[in-house]
C-alpha cells in the first residue's frame, strides 16, 4: 500500500464460494482503491490432508476490499463504483501490514476461473460498506482456517467441466473444529443421541444404600459385641508364683481339702449332707451323730471325696450325747488323713479355717478366729425324751457355719484338726442349739460351735475298738427344774430312786441331796446342763474337784469319775 490508507485483510473464501460469488469489475475512473494480492492464510497445524493438485505457477490475485478513510462525499465506490459509507467512529488506526507468508504453489486448475471472477463483483453493492459476506469486519480477526480432509472441490466456471467426485469412506465423518466462516461443506458429525441416566441413577443410590446398611449393620453389630471399633484391652497383671505359705488359709486349704469329705444320707423317707474328714488310712470317717442318725443300713451312706470319686459307707458307731459317729469306706486308695491338734492349746484369737459343704456345696472353705472357749451347748432334743440331746463343752468361732458344715473340721494354721463343727445359733431362734435349734431363720450369724478334738479323739476311738463311747458320770440325779445359781442335786432320782447313786462317786465324796454344786475344777456353773458338759469334757476316772453350797456354807468335795454306757 503506498497511498497511507489502512487495509483490514480479510480471510478469503473458500473455492466454491468465490466461484459462485461473481466478481466486481476494475474501476473506471482509476481513482479510489486499487486491487491488491490476496493474502495467504497463515500457516497452522491441520491434520493430515489427502494429495491436491499443484496449482499453476501464476494466478491472478484475488479480489480484495480495502476501505479507505474521507470525507464521506469523497470516498470511492468498493467493488464496481458503489461506495460504503462507515462512520467515523469505526474508523480505527490500521496496524502496521504484516507480511503475508510464502503462498503453497498454486492450483493450475483454477487459474481460468480466477481469472472469471475478476469479472465479477463478488457480491452486489452494500450500500453500508460492511465487509463482505461472509468475512469478518476490521474489528474481529479471522478465525484460524479449519479445511476437512479430501481432495479440493473443483472450480466450477466456464470451460472447466466438473470432474467426476471420488466416492468419500463409509464411517462416520472425522472430528473437527468447528469453522463459523468456512464454507458449509462437511458438517459436524452428528451428536451421540444421550441415554437415560434415570435408572442407572436409580440403581446406583440401590446398590449403595444396600451397602451401606450391610456395612453399617456389620459395624453395628461389632461395635456392640466389642464395645467399640477399636481392640479393648485392660491392664492386668503377669503370671506369677501361685504358691502360697502354709500357714495362709490358701495354704491350710491346700493341705486338708484332700482328706475332706462329704457324705450323702438316705432314709426315713428323707435325705441329708453333711461333712467329715478321713482319721486314717483304713479309711475311717469322723461326723456328726445327726449326720447319719437317719440312716437304716450302710447302702444309705455315700461318701465323695475332694476328687470326685465316690464311694459307700458303712457306719462304725455313733453317740449321741457326744453328738459322733465314724463311718468307714473300703478299695479306696490315696486316702489322706488329717493331723490332729490340741484343743487344750488354743486360745481365743487364734486363727481358724472351717471346710465344709454348706447347702451341698462342697469344698466350702471359711475362716475366722477362736470367739470363745469351754462354751457349754446342748444341741438336738428333738424327741423329746432327752435321748437325743447332746452336750458340748465348745470352741466357739465366727467363722462362717451353715447347714451342712456339721462334722467337718475346725483347723487351727498349722492346718491341723482342732474341733468337729457341729452347731450354730441362728437368729431368731427361741434359743436352741444345733443346725437351726428350732430357729425360724438357719444360717450364719457368726456363731458357730465345734466339739474340741480332744474329746472327739477319745470318743472316736472308742467308737471304732467298740462301737460304743463311754460316759463319765458323778453318781447323782439333777433337779433339772432348779432356777437359781448352780445345779441343785435332786432329793429323789428317776422313778422314786435315791437321787445319790449309792457307791457311786459321789456318794463316796460325801454328797448329799438338796446340795448345790457352783464350781467344779474352779469354774462357775450356773445350772444342771453346764455341770453334765463340764464333766463329759472329762475322761471317767478323772479326778474333779467340786464346790459347793450347802445350808448357806461352801464346801470341796474332790471325787474321781466314773463311767456309763452310751447310747
Not at 474489528?139 to 470432474?163: D, F, K, Y
Not at 479323739?457 to 458320770?473: D, F, N, Q, S, W
Amino acid at each position: 500500500m503506498n497511498n497511507g490508507k489502512p487495509n483490514w485483510w480479510s480471510r478469503p473464501s473458500s473455492t466454491p464460494e468465490a466461484a459462485r460469488i461473481p466478481s466486481p469489475p476494475p474501476s473506471g475512473d482509476g481513482e479510489g482503491d486499487f486491487p491488491l494480492p490476496a493474502p495467504q492464510p497463515r500457516a497452522t497445524p491441520e491434520p493430515p490432508v489427502a494429495a491436491v493438485p499443484a496449482a499453476p505457477t501464476e494466478q491472478p490475485p484475488a479480489p480484495s476490499v480495502v476501505l479507505t478513510k474521507g470525507d464521506p462525499q469523497e470516498r470511492g465506490q468498493d467493488q464496481g463504483g458503489d461506495r460504503v459509507q462507515v462512520p467515523e467512529q469505526a474508523q480505527v488506526p490500521a496496524p502496521e501490514p504484516v507480511p503475508a507468508p510464502p503462498a503453497p504453489p498454486a492450483d493450475p486448475a483454477p487459474a481460468p476461473q480466477a481469472q472469471a471472477s475478476q469479472a465479477q463483483p463478488l457480491h452486489a453493492p452494500d450500500e453500508y460498506r460492511t465487509p463482505p459476506y461472509g468475512e469478518p469486519g476490521p474489528w474481529a480477526p479471522a478465525p484460524p482456517v479449519q479445511r476437512l480432509p479430501g481432495p479440493v472441490p473443483p472450480q466450477q466456471g466456464p470451460g472447466h467441466p466438473v470432474p467426476p467426485v471420488p466416492p468419500q469412506p463409509q464411517g462416520p465423518a472425522p472430528w473437527g473444529q468447528y469453522d463459523p466462516w468456512g464454507v458449509g461443506g462437511a458438517a459436524l458429525p452428528p451428536a451421540p443421541a444421550k441415554r437415560s441416566r434415570k435408572g442407572l441413577a436409580v440403581a446406583g443410590a440401590l446398590v449403595f444404600a444396600l451397602l451401606t446398611g450391610v456395612i453399617g449393620g456389620g459395624i453395628g453389630a461389632y461395635v456392640e459385641r466389642n464395645g467399640g471399633l477399636t481392640t479393648v484391652e485392660l491392664p492386668q497383671a503377669a503370671a506369677e508364683d501361685t504358691g502360697r505359705a502354709p500357714d495362709s488359709v490358701a495354704g491350710i486349704a491346700a493341705s486338708a481339702l484332700p482328706g475332706v469329705v462329704t457324705l450323702h444320707v438316705k432314709g426315713s423317707g428323707s435325705s441329708g449332707t453333711g461333712t467329715g474328714f478321713v482319721l486314717n488310712t483304713k479309711g475311717h470317717i469322723l461326723t456328726n451323730n445327726h449326720v447319719v442318725d437317719g440312716a437304716r443300713s450302710s447302702a444309705d451312706i455315700s461318701v465323695t471325696f475332694s476328687s470326685g470319686e465316690t464311694a459307700r459307707a458303712k457306719l462304725v458307731g455313733k453317740d449321741t450325747g457326744y453328738d459322733l459317729a465314724v463311718v468307714q469306706v473300703t478299695g479306696v486308695s490315696g486316702l489322706k488323713p488329717l493331723p490332729l491338734g490340741n484343743s487344750d492349746n488354743v486360745r481365743v484369737g487364734d486363727p481358724v479355717v472351717a471346710i465344709g459343704a454348706p447347702f451341698d456345696l462342697s469344698n466350702t472353705v471359711t475362716s475366722g478366729i477362736i470367739s470363745a472357749k469351754e462354751r457349754p451347748i446342748t444341741a438336738g432334743g428333738e424327741k423329746g425324751d432327752g435321748s437325743d440331746i447332746s452336750y458340748v463343752d465348745a470352741l466357739q468361732t465366727d467363722a462362717p457355719i451353715n447347714p451342712g458344715n456339721s462334722g467337718g473340721p475346725l483347723l487351727d494354721s498349722k492346718a491341723r484338726v482342732i474341733g468337729i463343727n457341729s452347731a450354730i445359733r441362728a437368729a431368731g431362734g427361741s434359743g436352741g442349739d444345733g443346725e437351726g435349734g428350732g430357729a425360724s431363720q438357719p444360717g450364719s450369724i457368726g456363731l458357730g460351735f465345734a466339739i474340741p478334738i480332744n474329746q472327739g479323739k477319745r470318743v472316736a476311738e472308742e467308737l471304732i475298738r467298740t462301737g460304743k463311747a463311754t460316759h463319765p458320770v458323778i453318781g447323782v440325779s439333777l433337779d433339772m427344774q432348779y432356777d437359781g445359781d448352780g445345779a441343785r442335786v435332786g432329793e429323789k432320782g428317776k422313778d422314786g430312786t435315791a437321787s445319790v447313786t449309792p457307791g457311786g462317786p459321789a456318794a463316796k465324796a460325801g454328797l448329799r441331796p438338796g446340795d448345790v454344786i457352783t464350781k467344779v475344777d474352779g469354774q462357775r456353773v450356773h445350772n444342771g446342763e453346764e455341770l453334765i458338759v463340764k464333766i463329759r469334757a472329762h475322761r471317767p476316772g478323772d479326778r474333779l474337784e467340786l464346790t459347793l453350797d450347802r445350808d448357806g456354807k461352801e464346801l470341796t468335795k474332790t471325787l474321781t469319775l466314773g463311767s456309763s454306757q452310751g447310747t
